[in-house]
């Protein structure tokens, strides 16, 4: 599958530029499959690069350029970097709550963003209280208490242990979604041009 967007990312930017929202679409996906095989460094590249294009023709407040956010979160999340996959993950949630309102809070995107992050920040506090348990609780003997926090929270030291393939889950359905949009804005856009072929031939035939 790589080497077939491979091919689609170099025909793509042949004809249509390195700047189309299509090629935008086949950058993520290309990320994605790349985040699916372990190399996270190469999907965050791609995503990145994917992101400039879609907020270059779509803007900052769009639900596609909330998604690319996601996935940038989430090589951040898988690798580690919790303060930075925190950031993307308040990016994409706040576009997200802008274009759906509040209504939306029940949608499967937002709530997933809402979890990710809730367990970013309970994974930091945690951290927090291992590393600095008198200044947290003020307290001068807390070695019994931190060793109880340990035990009740461990599962919120680190991201939990599933959640890897809840992403990998995540980033395919992430650009099986992008490749939907594709094929219906490439309809579209085939149907305009009929529709600019029998417009022609009308009034050629008026003429």
Partial sequence: IMSV???SLR??????????????????NIGSVYFSMDLFDDALSYYQEALKIFVLNLGNFHL?????????GDVY???DRLEEANVSYD????IRWSEIGIDGKNDPRVVRLLERISTIEMAKTTRALEEHPTSVYDRQDSNDYISLERQD????????PDSYQKL???AKDSAEDMERIERKLELEMFRDK??????????????
């Avoid at 596609?64 to 940038?72: E, H, K, M, R, W």
């Fill in 5 to 7: 967007y491979k091919e």
């Fill in 11 to 28: 025909i793509k930017r042949k004809i249509l530029g390195n700047h189309h929202l299509s090629v935008g679409t086949t950058l993520n």
């Fill in 64 to 72: 596609d350029v909330a998604t690319v956010y996601s996935n940038i």
């Fill in 77 to 79: 999340f898988v690798t």
């Fill in 91 to 94: 990016l994409s949630l706040k």
């Fill in 153 to 160: 929270s461990k599962d919120y030291a680190s991201p939990e």
């Fill in 168 to 170: 990998k889950k995540d």
């Fill in 194 to 207: 009929l529709q600019i072929v029998c417009d022609m031939r009308e009034i050629s035939n008026y003429d």
